[in-house]
């Protein structure tokens, strides 16, 4: 210490300046860039882009260094070695956020990425450069105790730009809400803002070409990043095409860009995605070729033809509650009356069935209200056939699980079908070879979960069924 | 002199019966057990013991409903191996067999690039090296034969279908078409066992012994699994069609598909003859029961409990099977939908009309072969009588079954054993060609519970030679089989041979979610 008070004062200046003349040079620099080679949205050459892509193999080195240097400092404090390892750790990470940042504008300015996210991306790596250059020009007062907060103030904001930063490159590979798609429910509520975008909701565009679009395009079409002057991320923009013109012509697929890029060989240089990101499926194809032939609008609901998977998907079932107690007690039934009560599954919780098939024409009202009692876990009866008639439904109203109920081939005339409106959860009611009227279904109209109603050979069978039903 | 049933040694024959010996120390013998059943026992014992007290009383009692042991013979319907594994879409199945290999590129799988290549040889790189049957490996050329028929498009789903088969032509938006199945064989009975079996070699239970013992009997009063053949027609080339393809194999014979005749009674000997009443059949019955529960008690051959559930099936069929196949009830629409064929007994309509009643009445698989698909010869000559045959009555049920809202909880297949290739076998003239078997791809298709009605699904190359996309292999078409019934296919085993043996075989086997609904 005191050889160092010795320097000379000229010689201590000359020292000091000549780094911090290095640092603010370096900075002016980098900052400049952005304005000296704009990023355009134009390609620019293939050594650029060749040695660019190089900038995802890079990038992870110096995060990793620069991570370490809080930590060395932290832990300095019991082990004075770590410390003096802090300062080559900085300075290694610099040597690598350097060459990291250049490939990244290489990357950038070559293949003519622009949009929000990149520059955000670009700013943030700036600002990082320059913090880390800074730290290593203060960390020497703040080792010395001559400046306490300078450095550790510094060190954090840096590391705040490079988690920022990281953020934005990881959005612009991944896309924008990579982080939050998958979000639970609960996690989500704490975050109102984030998640899916509405949009139409409901629509095919909305239920299926927007998140194929938005899974597949819009790391690089998006508000991120546009390239080619292109956004996918709405139906808008879409529309509206990029630098190339429109790519999508309603009722036109084969003259539509957008299907001509993503179907071509995979090795093709237009094949799109591009850089080996993960092509769109066969079915994604098929569903934006069909929109696109029914006229590429953004609210109607279905496509004539098109028919996907979970689509109508009813909701699932309620689970029953647990009947394990009255398990003897549904033995004993079946031994004494033959009618089954036979789970529906290996899972007790979706309930039972009410069968009886092989004894149907013994099966009446007075065998129904035996099972009256287990009406909480029954989820179908099957009384086809039966001997059941129209007294039957002051019992049945007590099933109120049930989603499916069959009474074809019974004797019951429908006067009483009114009482079923209480089964909120009946999707499937089977009336064919009934004398049901259509005056007597009337009120099975109001029950909104009820989707397959069947009245074949009844009175209230609707005329245009009965002329499909003949060829 | 006859051996003991258990005992495998040929050079101790025994039988202690004719022995001259005291009456007392023949009972006694008979009291005995034998080695080998004493062995298989007590290992059973004390691993069920065990078991029983790793998991305490919950494992005596059932999650679900434990297995009823006290009659485990008088009721088929036992479920008594947790099944369906999960909520099931469908509840029953109808298997239309197009048994010989319909041709896909005559029906189905529109090639419109064949025209111009009439006559020219199907590309070497197309064919590979694809094994050929007999019937074509000697010939020094495979030249191209497009479809005789044209293909028009139908529905909202613009599926392309041929000429040949208007009425599934009205049907195509219901459909899951099936282009890309394949399968290993190449010939009808290692094929046909295949599909059917998961196994070319016979002694394997069928898809619908599988489901018998899977999922049990909806109806106690019919077979769980009943067989329909149509009767041939001789203009045909039918291919044999054999009971091992309904054979339950390993699994008790109880699960054995029930062959209805095609003409005549149904069954055989089913009504009771002159001056026996239906009291006398049960007592008689009961009294044959009881000698047969004293040879279980005796020789433990679980064949005997098979016995005696088919004799109380055959008893509850006197009354169930005339309710069944008795058509005079059914309405004007039926007919009118059906057509004049399904007044034929044995016809492949009537068949159809028999499975809808079938599905009614809660029988659980339900399969109809219709033989002559094996056109190796004359296609444009047989084809049309085909389909002509098929393709209303597949219309009929399908419609049927879905007016009268049953197709919600009914998979309907429809299926051959392999395809037939686009070069023709024989002669190519202007207007008749022949077709080979062609295993590497061939069209299905499936509609109602649990599949996705209006697609096709897969994909073959331009001469329908290989299946370029979304590949279903005979043992995966399967897998999807059981799923839309609720099973796993890979948990519905038994244990035979030193193997958890299943339908789909060891190799590994996908559903293929694309297909389902």
Redesign the interface.
């Known amino acids: 210490m005191i050889s160092a008070e010795r320097v000379t004062g000229a010689a201590r200046t000359r020292v000091m300046r000549s780094p911090w003349t290095w640092v603010v040079g370096a900075s002016v620099l980098l900052a400049a860039l952005p304005f000296l080679l704009h990023l355009d949205g134009i390609a620019h050459g293939d050594w650029l882009q060749f040695l660019g892509r190089f900038h995802p193999t890079l990038l992870h080195l110096p995060i990793g260094l620069i991570v370490l240097v809080p930590i060395l400092e932290i832990a300095g404090a019991r082990r004075p070695a770590l410390r003096e390892a802090a300062d080559f750790v900085l300075r290694a990470a610099l040597v690598l956020a350097l060459p990291t940042f250049a490939l990244g504008y290489m990357l950038a300015y070559g293949a003519g990425d622009t949009g929000t996210t990149v520059t955000r991306h670009m700013w943030g790596a700036v600002a990082l450069c320059i913090g880390l250059m800074l730290c290593i020009l203060l960390r020497p007062a703040w080792v010395g105790r001559q400046q306490a907060f300078a450095y550790p103030a510094l060190l954090s904001a840096s590391l705040l730009a490079l988690l920022w930063t990281g953020h934005q490159g990881g959005s612009i590979t991944h896309g924008g809400d990579y982080l939050t798609h998958y979000m639970p429910g609960p996690v989500r509520v704490l975050f109102p803002f984030s998640g899916p975008k509405g949009g139409s909701s409901g629509s095919f565009f909305a239920l299926h070409i927007h998140p194929v679009l938005d899974a597949k395009c819009v790391a690089c079409h998006g508000s991120g990043s546009a390239k080619a002057g292109l956004r996918l991320d709405s139906y808008d923009d879409l529309m509206r095409g990029g630098k190339d013109g429109a790519v999508i012509v309603p009722g036109k697929p084969q003259a539509s860009l957008l299907l001509a890029r993503v179907t071509l060989q995979p090795g093709d240089p237009h094949f799109m995605p591009a850089e080996g990101r993960t092509p769109l499926t066969?079915?994604e194809i098929s569903w934006i070729r069909a929109w696109v032939r029914a006229g590429a609008t953004a609210t109607s609901p279905n496509i004539?033809?098109v028919?996907i998977?979970g689509d109508q998907a009813e909701p699932p079932?309620k689970p029953v509650g647990d009947y394990?107690g009255l398990?003897p007690e549904?033995?004993q039934m079946q031994r004494g009356l033959g009618a089954?009560l036979?789970?529906?599954?290996?899972?007790?919780s979706?309930g039972l069935i009410l069968?009886t098939?092989?004894m149907s024409s013994s099966f009446g009202d007075a065998q129904l209200a035996q099972f009256e009692k287990f009406a909480p876990y029954i989820v179908e009866a099957e009384l086809?056939?039966t001997a059941v008639t129209d007294a039957s439904f002051d019992t049945l109203k007590r099933f109120t699980h049930l989603r499916a109920l069959?009474l074809?081939g019974t004797s019951i005339t429908g006067s009483n079908l009114a009482k079923l409106s209480g089964m909120t959860q009946l999707t499937?009611l089977?009336l064919?070879?009934t004398k049901v009227t259509s005056q007597s279904v009337a009120p099975l109209r109001k029950m909104s979960n009820l989707r397959?109603l069947?009245l074949?050979?009844t009175p209230a069978e609707p005329v245009e069924?009965?002329a499909r039903?003949?060829? | 002199m006859k051996q003991h049933p258990l005992c495998t040694d040929c050079e101790r024959e025994l039988d202690v019966t004719n022995l001259p010996i005291p009456t007392g120390l023949k009972q006694e013998w008979s009291a005995v057990e034998t080695r080998r059943q004493f062995l298989g026992r007590s290992g059973k014992v004390l691993g069920w013991a065990a078991l029983a007290s790793l998991f305490g009383e919950a494992a005596l009692r059932g999650s679900a409903f434990a297995a009823d042991t006290k009659s485990p013979v008088t009721s088929p319907g036992r479920n008594n191996l947790g099944l369906p594994h999960f909520a099931p879409k469908a509840k029953r199945a109808i298997y239309l067999f197009m048994s010989g290999g319909p041709p896909q590129i005559d029906l189905l799988d529109y090639k419109p690039n064949l025209a111009s290549q009439y006559n020219k040889d199907i590309p070497d790189s197309v064919r590979g090296n694809q094994q050929l049957t007999g019937m074509t490996a000697g010939q020094s050329r495979f030249p191209i034969a497009p479809s005789h028929w044209g293909f028009k498009q139908y529905g909202r789903t613009g599926t392309w279908v041929s000429d040949l088969l208007p009425y599934t032509a009205k049907m195509v938006d219901d459909l899951t078409i099936i282009k890309s199945t394949n399968t290993d064989a190449i010939n009808h009975e290692p094929a046909i066992m295949f599909m059917n079996t998961g196994n070319m070699n016979p002694g394997k239970p069928c898809l619908g012994s599988w489901l018998a013992y899977g999922l049990g009997s909806m109806n106690d009063n019919l077979p769980t699994f009943i067989v329909l053949q149509t009767k041939t027609n001789p203009k045909e080339n039918n291919q044999p069609v054999s009971s091992r393809l309904w054979s339950s194999g390993f699994l008790s014979s109880e699960y054995a598909g029930v062959g209805l005749r095609s003409g005549g009674d149904p069954v055989l000997y089913l009504a009771d003859p002159d001056g026996i009443d239906r009291e006398v059949r049960r007592r008689m019955l009961d009294a044959v029961e009881e000698i047969n529960r004293q040879t279980q008690a005796e020789v433990g051959d679980p064949e005997t409990n098979a016995r005696i559930a088919q004799y109380e099936m055959a008893f509850r069929m006197q009354a169930s099977v005339p309710e069944l196949t008795d058509l005079s009830k059914e309405p004007q629409s039926t007919w009118d939908l059906y057509g004049p064929d399904a007044k034929q007994p044995g016809s492949f309509a009537y068949n159809c009309l028999l499975a809808r009643r079938m599905a009614e009445r809660g029988v659980r698989f339900t399969q109809i072969y219709k033989r002559g698909w094996d056109v190796h010869g004359d296609v444009v000559g047989v084809l049309p009588t085909l389909c002509q045959e098929t393709d209303r009555a597949c219309y009929a049920l399908v419609t049927d079954l879905k007016r009268r809202g049953l197709l919600d909880d009914t998979l309907v297949v429809w299926a051959g054993e392999f395809g037939r290739t686009v070069y023709s076998q024989g002669g190519l003239s202007a207007d008749n060609y022949g077709r080979d078997h062609h295993p590497r791809c061939f069209t299905t298709w499936m509609v109602g519970g649990g599949v996705r009605p209006g697609i096709t699904y897969g994909e073959t190359d331009d001469y329908s030679y290989n299946v370029v996309k979304d590949p279903v292999h005979a043992r995966n078409f399967n897998a999807t089989i059981l799923a839309c019934l609720g099973i796993d296919h890979n948990r519905l085993t038994y244990d035979f041979q030193g193997l958890d043996q299943r339908l789909t075989g060891p190799q590994p086997a996908y559903v293929i979610k694309g297909l389902l609904a």
């Open positions: 066969s079915d004539p033809g028919s998977a079932p394990s398990v549904i033995q089954k036979v789970p529906l599954s290996a899972k007790a979706d069968r098939v092989d086809a056939r069959h074809e499937y089977n064919s070879g397959h069947y074949f050979n069924n009965t039903s003949t060829p």
